[in-house]
């Protein structure tokens, strides 16, 4: 079955930095797009990047352009989140999404998430 | 980007009665040349992710009950619980994957009356 483990996150002062991780298994990971989405503490959903299935494409929300870098090893079946600059409001839970297709933009699987805390 | 707005933000309705959300986009998801709604809802339990309930506005996700239904077009949706059951407490959220960014709804929360 699709899985989507999410790891890295934890505590951050402003202006820090944090990698999350994805480590995906049950589906040919390559063919698909991946999706990271947020929602912070008892909040609604946030898309915030996007990579297709083979790399060659980044999207990424207005609110987090010039400091998140999503990026994927299909060898590893890993994808990444780079998150620098970080501010309070990047404060939530950092979910994995697997996309229906290899560019879709509508999310068929999700991880369970990791928690990323920006506090001074 | 897609405005999705949802309706209500909460209800609470008795066990084995209907339960209707609402939501609605700023403009059509509505894709011409295949005739598809871009919309998807989706289930979230408190300390859950979110689980894929229904895509292209209408299509129950395999292993999702069928008293669960997804209608509209356009740019007016609902999804409809037939009969409340107690594992249905939640938040549902609807998305739209029309357009990017993809945009979600604020969400309904769903309690037993």
């Known amino acids: 079955q699709v899985q989507l483990v999410e790891s890295g996150g934890g505590v951050v002062q402003p202006g820090e930095s944090l990698r999350l991780s994805c480590a995906a298994s049950g589906f040919a990971f390559s063919s698909f797009g991946i999706h990271w989405v947020r929602q912070a503490p008892g909040k609604g959903l946030e898309w915030v990047a996007f990579i297709r299935h083979d790399g060659s494409n980044q999207f990424y929300a207005d609110s987090v352009k010039g400091r998140f870098t999503i990026s994927r090893d299909n060898s590893k079946n890993m994808l990444y989140l780079q998150v620098n600059s970080l501010r309070a409001e990047d404060t939530a839970i950092y979910y994995c999404?697997?996309?229906?297709?290899?560019?879709?933009?509508?999310?068929?699987?999700w991880g369970q998430g990791t928690l990323v805390t920006v506090s001074s | 980007d897609i405005v999705m707005t949802q309706s209500p933000d909460s209800l609470a309705v008795s066990l084995g009665e209907r339960a209707t959300i609402n939501c609605k986009s700023s403009q059509s998801l509505l894709y011409i040349s295949n005739n598809k709604n871009y919309l998807t809802w989706y289930q979230q339990k408190p300390g859950q992710p979110p689980k894929l309930l229904i895509s292209w506005a209408s299509t129950r996700e395999s292993g999702v009950p069928d008293r669960f239904s997804g209608s509209g077009s356009g740019t007016d949706f609902t999804l409809t619980i037939s009969s409340l059951q107690a594992e249905d407490v939640a938040v549902y959220y609807c998305q739209q994957y029309y357009d990017t960014p993809p945009t979600f709804g604020r969400g309904t929360k769903v309690e037993i009356k």
């Open positions: 999404v697997k996309a229906y297709s290899r560019t879709s933009y509508y999310f068929d699987y």
